[in-house]
């Protein structure tokens, strides 16, 4: 089957790789270049737990291909912490809140709010909550994860956390 050279910037840092076309965008994360802390649960857009950012939206990568991703700027949860190893306020929030058990759900979780907290979006409590509605967890009960979000929204202390 006939490959196709893609590029991409990754966490900060150009990829290139040769895919076939119906790759997708979570097997060339995880296969090609490495970031296996995009976690692939159902590979069918339910489970939320293989979120990544591509061009400052929250995306699951099992839906989209790889080549649909050419050029494109893409984060996934190894490029949110600071070189020194300074948690994202969102894996800081979430850590503090208890709002992970076995960790498989957690980069999806962690993506899905950091999509809409960073830059200048001052997302409300209501807007966070029902982002994480399509992200699933079997283990945390969801109370921490609620917490974090609350601490995340905007309209609870008129800033990020
Ligand atoms: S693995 Fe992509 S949504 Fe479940
Ligand atoms: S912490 Fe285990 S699935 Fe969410």
Redesign the pocket.
Known sequence: MSKHHIEMTINGRRHSGDVEARVSL?DFLRDDAGYTGV?????????????VIVDGKAV????MLAVQAEGAQVTTVEGLAASDGTLHPVQQVLLEEHGLQCGFCTP?FVMTLAALTDGDAKPSEQQLVSALSGN?CRCTGYQGIRRAAKRLACNEAGENS
């Open positions: 979570s976690h692939v649960g159902c590979e069918h857009g339910v489970c939320g737990a293989c979120t699951r990568s099992c839906l999806g699933v």
